[in-house]
T-cell receptor, first 115, second 111 residues
């Protein structure tokens, strides 16, 4: 099992450009999450999904959109990148919410620099 | 609003000693709380989960306590080793399907 993978690992964008970050998991997990991590701010939840075809907003959703068309993939889109979106983005997944299934498994992260 | 506090200052200890990290939360009552380890340039890795009806949980050299009256969790690493040096994040459950992560405390274990 590869676990949770993220593509790309690193990207530089110019202000106003768009891009999509891909998260894939091969553990058949129901729930998937996108976080951003900034120095001094900790991990903040952007959007999450509790199953294929569902999405929900987290703490900092503005400027981002997500889609979960397939159970194993969770896409994070930036329609018009801004310098404030420079961050490290982490994807995570969890089997579900039954007891002993709440552990989150994280990907290696995507470093995004918006100039 | 919900708030999670971890000591922002790095904790420096000597090898072999016990490291104790603190997580305080306010304005809510999580059903469970998780602790994660994060190494530089990597994603967090799950360590332990403790539920509101559990006082203490152990795993090898790790121990977590959960005091719902004080709204506090303590994370202990006994017989610490340089390889334990990392940032440790606490994450109380904040909803039916989400966690909120503290900013983390960096632990530095010197030989």
């Amino acid at each position: 099992n590869a676990g949770v993978t993220q593509t790309p690992k690193f990207r530089v964008l110019k202000t106003g450009q768009s891009m999509t970050l891909l998260c894939a998991q091969d553990m058949n997990h129901e729930y998937m999450y996108w976080y951003r991590q900034d120095p001094g701010m900790g991990l903040r939840l952007i959007h999450y999904s509790v199953g294929e075809g569902t999405t929900a907003k987290g703490e900092v959703p503005d400027g981002y959109n997500v889609s979960r068309l397939k159970k194993q993939n969770f896409l994070l889109g930036l329609e018009s990148a801004a310098p404030s979106q420079t961050s490290v983005y982490f994807c995570a997944s969890t089997p579900g919410l039954a007891e002993y299934q709440e552990t989150q498994y994280f990907g290696p992260g995507t470093r995004l620099l918006v100039l | 609003s919900q708030k999670i506090e971890q000591n922002s200052e790095a904790l420096n200890i000597q090898e072999g000693k016990t490291a104790t990290l603190t997580c305080n939360y306010t304005n809510y009552s999580p059903a469970y709380l998780q602790w994660y380890r994060q190494d530089p340039g990597r994603g967090p890795v799950f360590l332990l989960l403790i539920r509101e009806n559990e006082k203490e949980k152990r795993k090898e050299r790790l121990k977590v306590t959960f005091d719902t009256t004080l709204k506090q969790s303590l994370f202990h690493i006994t017989a610490s080793q340089p390889a334990d040096s990392a940032t440790y994040l606490c994450a109380p459950a904040t909803g039916y399907s989400t966690l909120t992560f503290g900013k983390g405390t960096m632990l530095l274990v010197s030989p």
